[in-house]
């Protein structure tokens, strides 16, 4: 089982705010500059349809959604 993580690279980033209006659960844009910003890294899986398509959607190709193996379960 793999862990999808977003990662948000703010010095690409071109303020457009795309992100936030595609899942907004997920992206907001700094109050003081626009810059985007994650609001949760390890998002629900059912956004993370949303999460894709925001990555897709960025003008500056500054999302992405990794993959991480989940931390083993000790004694499991
Ligand atoms: S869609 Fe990309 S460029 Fe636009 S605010 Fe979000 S991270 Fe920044």
Do not use: N
């Not at 990794?66 to 004694?75: D, E, F, M, N, T």
């Amino acid at each position: 089982m793999a862990i999808a993580r977003v990662h948000l690279d703010a010095s690409k980033c071109v303020t457009s705010g795309q992100c936030v209006l595609t899942a907004p659960e997920v992206f907001d844009q700094r109050e003081e500059d626009g810059v985007g910003m994650v609001l949760t890294d390890t998002p629900a899986p059912e956004l993370l349809d949303r999460v894709r398509e925001a990555a897709a959607g960025c003008p500056a190709a500054a999302i992405r959604l990794l993959h991480q193996p989940s931390a083993r379960v000790a004694g499991g």
